[in-house]
């Protein structure tokens, strides 16, 4: 008979290396495994994912080069113009006339799918091109 009190082990952290349910840094498509972090930084670092090797070293190049992603930059209001003539095709189709409170739901969710799928497509687009520089 063992008279010890029994201590319960503490489960280890879970430690995840796939960025789960995580978006992009750069077009906000779902992470794949591709991360980030400024080596720099004391731990706990703060980590990036990404969907693709493009927008991953898009962002590296970034980093590199000092420049934050705070505001919008010259990439992002590129995509955002290649977006507005894609609403515009959609605003097209549901009527101009039209009031933003009198539309349904049908056509609301329309929108908003037309601007976030064109925004990712046009980040993507332009991370692929984007020159790496090595």
């Not at 008979?1 to 290396?17: C, D, F, L, Q, T």
């Not at 934050?68 to 605003?91: P, W």
Request: aromatic share 8%.
């Amino acid at each position: 008979m063992s008279h010890g009190a029994h201590i319960a082990i503490p489960p280890e952290p879970s430690r995840h290396w796939h960025p789960r349910l995580q978006p992009c840094a750069v077009c906000l498509r779902p992470a794949q495994g591709f991360g980030f972090f400024n080596p720099t930084k004391p731990r706990p670092r703060n980590h990036r994912w990404f969907c693709s090797m493009p927008c991953q070293a898009w962002f590296a190049t970034r980093h590199r080069k000092g420049l934050t992603m705070q505001g919008t930059t010259e990439e992002e209001r590129i995509a955002i113009a290649l977006v507005m003539k894609r609403l515009g095709q959609t605003m097209d189709q549901i009527g101009w006339d039209k009031r933003l409170r009198d539309l349904t739901a049908a056509d609301v969710t329309a929108l908003i799918e037309e601007v976030l799928e064109g925004y990712v497509a046009e980040m993507s687009r332009i991370a692929a091109t984007a020159e790496v520089p090595f």
